[in-house]
């Protein structure tokens, strides 16, 4: 007799908002979660790099995810959050419009980035997860960064 061990992957994903439109990365990328802080600029960085933060005595370059998605820019307030992630094994910052939550979701419930996307955007999506009313795109950190951010 035949048995089945197919056991059904759960992804782990934080949540956060962009221009009203929901996104994840997965969490095991994720080390903190905090407030905006004052970033100083850097000279001759890559448009989408805001500047660098001080944590805890550790240098942290700031990415704004609105500009490197080419989204409206918009000013930082209350709900505005800097994501800390491990990405490459460099830690660097995400600008984000504010974060939702810690999300299980069985990992069969995303489906492929459809395709009208461009095929630029297209390599930073893992898919689109389909819940009840929402669609939450999956963000794939590592390809979203390509060579992660050294200043």
């Known amino acids: 007799m035949e048995t089945s061990t197919v056991t059904e992957q759960v992804l782990q994903l934080v949540t956060f908002t962009?221009?009203?439109e929901e996104y994840a990365v997965d969490i095991l990328n994720v080390q903190e979660i905090n407030r905006t802080t004052e970033i100083?600029?850097?000279p001759n960085a890559p448009g989408y790099v805001e500047g660098v933060v001080n944590l805890r005595g550790r240098v942290i370059p700031v990415i704004n995810l609105r500009k490197k998605f080419g989204l409206p820019e918009k000013n930082a307030d209350d709900t505005t959050r800097i994501i800390i992630m491990d990405i490459q094994g460099v830690t660097n910052g995400l600008i984000v419009d504010s974060v939702s939550e810690v999300l299980r979701i069985p990992s069969d419930i995303v489906e492929p980035s459809p395709p009208v996307t461009s095929n630029t955007s297209r390599m930073f999506i893992k898919g689109i997860a389909k819940l009840e009313k929402r669609l939450i795109i999956?963000?794939?950190?590592?390809?979203?960064?390509g060579e992660a951010v050294q200043l």
């Open 138 to 145: 999956l963000i794939d950190i590592d390809k979203l960064m």
């Open 18 to 20: 962009l221009a009203n």
């Open 40 to 42: 100083t600029n850097v």
